[in-house]
């Protein structure tokens, strides 16, 4: 299981623990759907291209990380690509010596993603980088769509092992049903999103603390760009935007090193 944030602010008084992207912007935007609209908590809150415009290039700039997510795409390809930013020239009257190059804004990542075109959603890890650097996104949606996004989360990943078999999946369901006077039943379809329940997860006890103190407790309702599983299953619908259920219960064994985390997680609108 793997965690967006940055557990080093928890040990900073009055910080906000969230992720690391520092600033968003888009190659192409409908000015009614920003790029900022990324950076909420909530995924139903899009950014959308101009007007018929399927490719478009998000350039994510993060403080500090190694993974980037973005849930609730209509892409069916992604281009992910990370860059240092970090450029070098030779002063007035050097060169380089025959055969020798500067390697400008190098890269230390790039990938290739396909996507299902609806309610899409990727999870992209790379080598993690201590300084600001950027991560170029460029998303390509069907032809003839306009291609969208509602989130994008990027930071420092926090891993822990993944979660006991037997993931309890359900769903909550936003609708409006309502019996009239008449008898009859009036309903409005709305947003369902998915649960997880029962969670069990076994950790050192250390990391069962960092689990629950430094990083659910700390943020508490608010949702977090989460890869349940990723160790067994890769599947994309493994990659959320949740919060917990509730606050996450350790069962300590007094003759083990090791604890049990139990949690549930459930996905926002």
Same mark, same amino acid.
């Given at each position: 299981?793997?965690?967006?944030?940055?557990?080093?602010?928890?040990?900073?008084?009055?910080?906000?623990?969230?992720?690391?992207?520092?600033a968003?912007?888009?190659?192409?935007?409908?000015?009614?759907?920003?790029?900022?609209?990324?950076l909420?908590?909530?995924?139903?809150?899009?950014?959308?291209?101009?007007?018929?415009? /399927?490719? #478009?290039?998000?350039?994510?700039?993060?403080?500090?990380?190694?993974?980037?997510?973005?849930?609730?795409?209509? #892409?069916?390809?992604?281009?992910?690509?990370?860059?240092?930013? =970090?450029?070098?020239?030779?002063?007035?009257?050097?060169?380089? =010596?025959?055969?020798?190059?500067?390697?400008?804004d190098?890269? /230390?990542?790039?990938?290739?993603?396909?996507l299902?075109?609806? +309610?899409?959603?990727?999870? #992209?890890?790379?080598?993690?980088?201590?300084?600001p650097?950027?991560?170029?996104?460029?998303?390509?949606?069907?032809? !003839?769509?306009?291609?969208?996004? !509602?989130?994008?989360?990027?930071?420092?990943?926090?891993?822990?092992?993944?979660?006991?078999?037997?993931?309890?999946e359900?769903?909550?369901?936003?609708s409006?049903?309502?019996?009239l006077?008449?008898?009859?039943?009036?309903?409005?379809?709305?947003?369902?999103?998915r649960?997880?329940n029962?969670?069990?997860?076994?950790?050192?006890?250390?990391?069962?603390?960092?689990?629950?103190?430094?990083?659910?407790?700390?943020? !508490?309702?608010?949702?977090?760009?989460?890869?349940?599983?990723?160790n +067994?299953?890769t599947?994309?619908?493994?990659?959320?935007?949740? *919060?917990? +259920? #509730?606050?996450? *219960?350790?069962?300590?064994?007094?003759?083990?090193?090791?604890?049990?985390?139990?949690?549930?997680? *459930? =996905?926002?609108?």
């Amino acid at each position: 299981m793997k965690v967006i944030i940055d557990t080093d602010l928890a040990r900073v008084p009055g910080a906000a623990v969230v992720d690391n992207v520092t600033a968003i912007v888009a190659s192409s935007e409908d000015a009614s759907f920003p790029a900022s609209n990324l950076l909420n908590d909530f995924p139903t809150d899009l950014w959308k291209a101009g007007s018929g415009v /399927n490719e #478009a290039t998000l350039t994510v700039s993060v403080s500090k990380g190694s993974a980037l997510m973005v849930h609730n795409t209509n #892409a069916v390809s992604a281009v992910v690509s990370v860059r240092t930013g =970090e450029n070098m020239e030779l002063e007035t009257g050097f060169e380089l =010596e025959t055969g020798f190059e500067f390697v400008t804004d190098e890269y /230390n990542a790039s990938a290739v993603y396909f996507l299902p075109g609806y +309610n899409g959603r990727l999870w #992209a890890d790379y080598d993690e980088m201590t300084s600001p650097h950027t991560v170029y996104v460029t998303l390509t949606a069907a032809a !003839g769509e306009t291609v969208y996004a !509602g989130i994008v989360r990027a930071g420092v990943v926090e891993e822990f092992n993944d979660p006991h078999y037997g993931l309890d999946e359900d769903s909550v369901d936003y609708s409006i049903e309502k019996e009239l006077n008449s008898g009859s039943c009036y309903a409005k379809k709305r947003n369902i999103v998915r649960t997880f329940n029962n969670l069990a997860m076994l950790e050192t006890r250390a990391n069962c603390h960092a689990f629950k103190h430094d990083i659910f407790d700390l943020v !508490g309702p608010k949702p977090l760009a989460i890869r349940l599983v990723h160790n +067994n299953i890769t599947d994309w619908e493994f990659c959320l935007f949740a *919060k917990r +259920n #509730a606050p996450p *219960k350790i069962v300590h064994d007094a003759s083990s090193t090791h604890s049990r985390i139990n949690f549930s997680l *459930k =996905e926002v609108v």
